[in-house]
């Protein structure tokens, strides 16, 4: 069975990119191409049954003119393959009007010929749409008005002819028109939905832009001018012990500004580079996270546990999905609760028909309920005590939906959190 994508394929040359807008309509005359095809075929067939063969090599004409047009249009020449469709269109819709009964419908396709050729050249041919409307005009004038038949006399047909000829004239009619008005209701309402997002975008950005020189006003100054204040203490005092906890100090607000800029550029890298897909082994992934946060403040204390099979792959972004697991089992550990004794981290997996869900659960401190569905928001602290920039799970959540999928959380104050990502699946999971 032939796919859509492999018959849109055999309209266009796949190994070419277009633009979308491109894209569609080479496509749209790829279609009307076809049915010109089977057009001509149709009327072949009502022709010969009905014993009228004087109209044959015409239809033949049509045929060939639209493979002409088909092979153009694989071949990338957008306004070769529209002048040679719509010149063929035109004349041979005048050739048969020109010795039509008004009553077979044959001057339908004057009106279908000029649509056609405004939705083919578009706003970029314009004035080539307009001038085919012209030549459609000024053909069913020479037709209807001057009676002006060059090719073929006037023929008088059946009674049953010509209700047969009407009916087929109509219904091609109608679904070349019905062709051409799904096409531009498709593009308009694509468009319109880009324009949304667009918009929602844009307002976004300028309220993470707002947010964010807000917050650097403040996390990236302060640091700063607690690093002077050390620096001139230092300078200042003699006492060695003094001095060296002046450095001691200065370095812990330089890894505070490190980690800021480094969730920034995590931030920037997030929205700016493509997706890389590739086949991963999860929970080589996960140990490959855990290895890099086991000298971080505390990992020693909490036991660690990655519930997952070790043949359980998924087809994602490496680099991202790397950046959404450090933020969470980081977070696991740096929230933790030094009241308790038995302190873990559990990395568990949860799998549906189309989705795959990795679950990060601890028995932490826990989130406040007032505090919950505010902390995946930018620069968001659910703690004044809290070290963080207030961008980890605001990353988390903006890179969970560049990879299609979604960030929840389940916490209780003083119990603990769960915090589940959930991607879609598309490739097979368990691998032997």
């Not at 649509?115 to 307009?130: S, V």
């Not at 990795?358 to 602290?381: A, S, Y």
């Given at each position: 069975m032939v796919t859509k994508s492999r018959f849109w394929d055999f309209l266009i040359d796949?190994?070419?990119?277009?633009?979308?807008?491109?894209?569609?309509?080479?496509?749209?005359r790829g279609q009307l191409s076809i049915l010109s095809i089977l057009v001509g075929i149709t009327y072949i067939v009502i022709d010969s049954v009905n014993g009228v063969y004087l109209n044959i090599y015409y239809y033949a004409f049509l045929i060939v003119a639209s493979l002409i047009t088909l092979v153009l249009n694989k071949q990338n020449k957008p306004l070769a393959a529209n002048i040679t469709f719509l010149v063929l269109m035109n004349l041979l819709v005048f050739v048969f009007a020109s010795s039509d009964t008004y009553r077979s419908g044959v001057y339908t396709f004057f009106i279908v010929s000029s649509?056609?050729?405004?939705?083919?050249?578009?706003?970029?041919?314009?004035?080539?749409?307009?001038f085919f409307v012209g030549v459609s005009v000024f053909l069913f004038v020479l037709a209807y008005v001057f009676k002006y038949s060059p090719v073929l006399p006037r023929?008088?047909?059946?009674?049953?002819?010509?209700?047969?000829?009407?009916?087929?004239?109509?219904?091609?009619?109608?679904?070349?028109?019905?062709?051409?008005l799904y096409f531009l209701i498709e593009i308009n309402h694509h468009t319109e939905n880009e324009l949304i997002q667009n918009n929602e975008l844009l307002v976004k950005t300028n309220?993470?832009?707002?947010?964010?020189?807000?917050?650097?006003?403040?996390?990236?100054?302060?640091?700063?001018?607690?690093?002077?204040?050390?620096?001139?203490?230092?300078?200042?005092s003699k006492d060695p012990e003094e001095i060296n906890m002046c450095l001691n100090l200065i370095q812990d607000r330089v890894k505070v500004q490190d980690s800021f800029i480094y969730e920034i550029i995590e931030y920037a890298r997030n929205n700016r580079m493509n997706i890389h897909e590739e086949l991963i082994n999860l929970k080589l992934l996960i140990f490959e996270v855990i290895d890099q946060l086991v000298y971080?403040?505390?990992?020693?204390?909490?036991?660690?546990?990655?519930?997952?099979?070790?043949?359980?792959?998924?087809?994602?972004?490496?680099?991202?999905?790397?950046?959404?697991?450090?933020?969470?089992?980081?977070?696991?550990i740096k929230y933790q609760d030094k009241m308790k004794t038995n302190r873990f981290v559990r990395i568990g997996l949860l799998k549906s028909a189309t989705h795959?869900?990795?679950?990060?659960?601890?028995?932490?401190?826990?989130?406040?309920?007032?505090?919950?569905?505010?902390?995946?928001?930018?620069?968001?602290?659910?703690?004044?005590?809290?070290?963080?920039?207030?961008?980890?799970?605001?990353?988390?959540?903006?890179?969970?939906?560049?990879?299609?999928?979604t960030v929840s959380l389940q916490s209780e104050y003083g119990k603990g959190s769960i915090f589940t990502v959930s991607l879609p699946i598309q490739q097979p999971l368990n691998l032997a």
């Open positions: 796949p190994s070419k990119p277009l633009p979308r807008s491109v894209y569609k309509k080479s496509i749209l649509i056609t050729g405004l939705t083919l050249c578009g706003y970029e041919q314009l004035k080539l749409g307009l023929a008088d047909f059946s009674e049953t002819y010509i209700t047969l000829y009407f009916t087929a004239n109509f219904v091609v009619s109608i679904l070349v028109v019905s062709t051409l309220q993470e832009l707002d947010r964010f020189v807000y917050s650097a006003s403040h996390d990236l100054r302060s640091p700063l001018s607690s690093i002077l204040g050390l620096v001139e203490i230092a300078k200042k971080m403040q505390g990992a020693s204390e909490v036991d660690i546990q990655v519930i997952i099979d070790e043949n359980t792959f998924i087809h994602t972004d490496k680099a991202r999905l790397t950046s959404v697991l450090t933020n969470l089992i980081g977070n696991a795959l869900s990795i679950t990060v659960e601890d028995n932490g401190q826990g989130i406040q309920p007032k505090f919950q569905e505010r902390i995946f928001d930018m620069f968001f602290r659910a703690s004044e005590n809290s070290k963080g920039s207030g961008l980890g799970l605001f990353i988390v959540k903006e890179t969970t939906s560049k990879l299609g999928g």
